[in-house]
């Protein structure tokens, strides 16, 4: 168990160093006024990571689970609200599933499984982003790499011929 956790820590580390460089500011256009990004909070056990931005990746061992939340701000960073439900998608459920928490009445907290196959899939959070009856979409995606779990026995076999000894 310590061994997965140590897994997960040091890959979300190097991670968030990658995004940190990435995401900093770029001398291009400047942002638009009514632009939002997303936040994504996930736990394992006691260990819990929050990410921040526009693209997000999460590596999951087919022989565990993780709750995610997404969250979301305004283009200024502080929290912005949604109209209505958060609506979760996977993009191939043979890889990995999503579900709204079942012990909760908040969409925007949800669980994500792994399915009968390994490979990468995306989970995406779709929500209305303008308050009021007109509708402006807002999606919210994480790449989700599901990959072989934690080794539970192994196999010697040969590599070649017998050969004699000299």
């Not at 919210?140 to 779990?149: I, Q, R, S």
């Amino acid at each position: 168990m310590i061994g997965v956790v140590k897994t997960v820590y040091y890959g979300l580390l190097k991670f968030l160093k990658k995004e940190m460089f990435r995401l900093r500011p770029q001398p291009s256009k400047p942002k638009k006024k009514e632009e939002i990004h997303c936040i994504v909070t996930t736990q394992f056990e006691n260990f819990i990571v929050t990410a921040e931005g526009i693209h997000m990746a999460y590596t999951l061992a087919n022989d565990h689970y993780v709750n995610v939340q997404v969250a979301y701000v305004d283009s200024k960073g502080n929290p912005a609200q949604v109209d209505g439900d958060v609506v979760w998608a996977s993009s191939n459920d043979a890889i990995v599933t999503v579900a709204v928490l079942t012990e909760s009445v908040d969409t925007t907290k949800a669980q994500i499984k792994p399915g009968v196959e390994i490979g990468q899939a995306q989970i995406t959070a779709t929500a209305d982003a303008r308050i009021g009856p007109d509708i402006k979409e807002i999606i919210c995606t994480l790449d989700v790499m599901v990959v072989g779990g934690e080794a539970v026995s192994g196999t010697i076999t040969p590599t070649g011929d017998p050969l004699p000894i000299p």
